[in-house]
């Protein structure tokens, strides 16, 4: 695999490395994506479910056909290759920050530590009318949808369609996205804005923009330098491993 090489040279010879990650990245973890090969959105329409007016208007049924599932999910699921990877690269002081869709929690439990939670957090619940939280994996789903003592309906603190980003967690990404000078764009459809348009942000600024995704995304050809056509923990493996050649080959200073 060619591009592994030049991603390993890349990051290598980078000052400021970030990552973008989608849903593709927890795949290999058993937690199905939206879009693409055996996604949700085969079986379910994603306005019909995905959307904050949906969960106002039934939240019965946004619990059984999204939530229920994801939790039972979620609650078991572990970091593969591609999370511990991305730990790995912070740990050897390459990559700075990562910016991720996801809502599972899994870079943080593969011991990642700048992590941006751009659409929020599946660890936690909130109660629709009190906004008391609990942690998800204590809750008790015996019944959908579930309540809190108040009466009010639990949902994920995620971003639901119609939601709006965090204020926060968009100018820490927009902050990341322009101070990088590589960007890795990993497992991600690119077709949720505005996440989409960080590698936007990274390329305008110079930066290069590797992805790592089994097929082409929106981002491919128009934005991407060049893309590495695989699974995430696949890829990652492949990247460190030439990496550390790379390192152990290298003139020592002094
Ligand atoms: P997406 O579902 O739109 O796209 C997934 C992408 O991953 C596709 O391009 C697909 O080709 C690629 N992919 C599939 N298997 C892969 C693998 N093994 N390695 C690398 N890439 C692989 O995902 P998205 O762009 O993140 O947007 C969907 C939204 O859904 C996100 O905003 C996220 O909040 C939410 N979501 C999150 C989770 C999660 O937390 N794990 C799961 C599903 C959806
Ligand atoms: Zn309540």
């Not at 030049?6 to 290999?28: C, F, P, W, Y």
């Not at 695989?230 to 390192?247: P, W």
């Amino acid at each position: 695999m060619e591009n592994v090489l030049q991603a390993a040279k890349d990051l290598a010879a980078s000052r400021h490395a970030v990552a973008l990650t989608g849903a593709g990245i927890s795949v290999e973890s058993g937690i199905p994506p939206f879009r693409g090969k055996g996604g949700l959105w085969e079986k379910i329409d994603p306005m019909e479910y995905a959307h904050i007016e949906a969960l106002r208007r039934n939240p019965e049924a946004v619990w059984r056909v999204l939530i229920q599932d994801m939790k039972t999910t979620l609650d078991t699921a572990r970091p593969n290759d591609g999370h511990t990877g991305l730990a790995q690269l912070e740990k050897m002081g390459i990559l700075k920050t990562i910016i991720t869709q996801n809502v599972d929690g899994l870079h943080q439990l593969a011991g990642s530590r700048h992590t941006i939670e751009f659409h929020g957090s599946f660890a936690w619940m909130r109660c629709m009318n009190c906004s008391n939280r609990i942690e998800t994996r204590y809750l008790d789903i015996s019944v959908i949808p579930p309540r809190c003592a108040c009466g009010g309906i639990w949902r994920p603190e995620c971003v639901f369609f119609g939601e709006e980003i965090p204020p926060r967690c968009l100018i820490d990404s927009k902050h990341a996205a322009m101070s990088c000078d590589v960007m890795l764009v990993v497992g991600t459809s690119a077709e949720v804005q505005p996440a989409a348009y960080m590698p936007v942000i990274a390329k305008n600024r110079g930066a290069t923009i590797i992805e790592i995704n089994p097929e082409k995304t929106a981002l491919t050809r128009s934005v991407s330098d060049y893309i590495i056509r695989g699974k995430a923990g696949e890829v990652m493996n492949g990247i460190l491993s030439a990496l550390n050649q790379i390192r152990s080959s290298a003139p020592v200073d002094g």
